[in-house]
């Protein structure tokens, strides 16, 4: 039996100018989460000067969390849910799209594996 399933994302490429907007990345995250079928509880999101945003969304299933590096073009993503209706792939291609990113690496882990 495994408890949940964790998805680290790393963005690669993308629009320096949406890295750095906290009210873009907040609302495209929040998007991303709906559609991706999480259950909104809460949100945090910090915009550091001179650059940077980092965001923490609590959905029922877990959590969703972004740092990103404008003057690098990076943004570095996870995804933490439990049971299995949260469409992390979805949630991919929606921050893929939605920050311009020219490339993505994905890792899955399976957390909680409980032996009987």
């Known amino acids: 039996m495994i408890l949940g399933h964790h998805t680290l994302i790393e963005l690669h490429g993308c629009n320096d100018t949406k890295l750095r907007d906290v009210a873009g990345v907040r609302a495209l995250m929040l998007e991303a989460v709906k559609q991706s079928g999480g259950t909104y509880v809460t ?40 049971g299995h209706t949260f469409k992390h792939e979805l949630f991919v291609t929606l921050m893929q799209n939605g920050l311009s990113a020219e490339r993505v690496e994905t890792k899955t882990l399976e957390r909680g594996r409980l032996t009987t």
Do not use: K, N
């Open 43 to 82: 949100d945090v999101f910090h915009h550091f000067s001179p650059h940077g945003v980092s965001g923490l969304i609590v959905i029922a299933e877990s959590h969703v969390t972004i740092h990103t590096w404008p003057e690098h073009g990076y943004a570095a993503a996870d995804v933490f849910t439990c």
